[in-house]
């Protein structure tokens, strides 16, 4: 009976860690691909803005938001930040080192 839940407990182990890391490369695709199509975005803002400019029949004016978007996200600036705010998960959490009441 030891030997037969010891088979299972390592199945179920293996299992979990696959699923672990298919999970964690399914993140990274969707955060690379959401970084591509946020660069795509920029891109169509700044030609669009720049298209605005060069109408002789439209009104020239600096738009900040639209020159903010234009920009585009640095992705090292967004995994600073990141790193900054989520907990790492070496360390544990405040409310573990809390003691029991």
Known sequence: MGVVSLVI?????ITQRRWLRRTERRSQLDLHMNL???????K???????LRRDLPNVKD????????M???TD???VMHEL????PDEDEPSP??????R
Do not use: C, F, H
């Open 70 to 72: 234009a920009r585009g």
């Open 83 to 86: 790193e900054k705010t989520l």
């Open 61 to 68: 004016r600096y738009d900040p938001q639209a020159a903010a």
């Open 9 to 13: 407990t390592t199945m179920i182990l």
């Open 44 to 50: 169509l803002i700044a030609l669009l803005e720049e």
């Open 75 to 77: 992705a090292r600036e």
């Open 95 to 100: 409310e573990a080192s809390r003691p029991a």
């Open 36 to 42: 591509l199509a946020e660069e795509k975005v920029a």
